[in-house]
């Protein structure tokens, strides 16, 4: 059976949007690294580590699909030039894969690939996961500012 074709598309999108996390966060833990904050990279190396889970559950379930990796373009990486920007950007990343994972699980439904459906709908609870922390992260930021 020849996978569908959106379906593969979706697939493609999400590979490509973990591995762009996985390029933006590293950069970015390794670059507030060498703005001395060690304990703040180490926390986004974790996140590094999430975004790479969903990467390999994702190449896994293109393997059984019999769909060929494809993620050959990557957005350019931001990394912001202070950590409240940094989280201002991940933020938006973030958003665009909830917003990604939502039309793929809804489109899986439509197909009925319960299966993938499942995969799709575990990792965006997740990226929803990132998207609190960061902003609370954000929250923190703001308040420690007008202290
Ligand atoms: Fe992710
Ligand atoms: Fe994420």
Known sequence: ??????????????LSHELAAIQ???????LVGLWGMAEMSERICKDVQEELIHAERLMERMLVLGIP????????????RNVE????INRLLEIEAIHL?????????RIRDTETQLL????????MGHLGELEGLLSTQRKGRKA
């Not at 933006?24 to 390794?30: E, F, G």
């Open 85 to 88: 920007e940094m989280w201002q």
């Open 69 to 80: 990796s494809n993620a050959t373009l990557l957005p350019p990486v931001r990394t912001g």
């Open 101 to 109: 994972y939502e039309e793929a699980s809804q489109y899986c439904a």
């Open 24 to 30: 933006q966060y590293l950069m970015q833990a390794k």
């Open 1 to 14: 059976m020849q996978p569908d074709l959106r379906l593969r598309g979706y697939l493609g999108r999400a």
């Open 120 to 127: 799709f709908d575990e990792i965006m609870r997740e990226e």
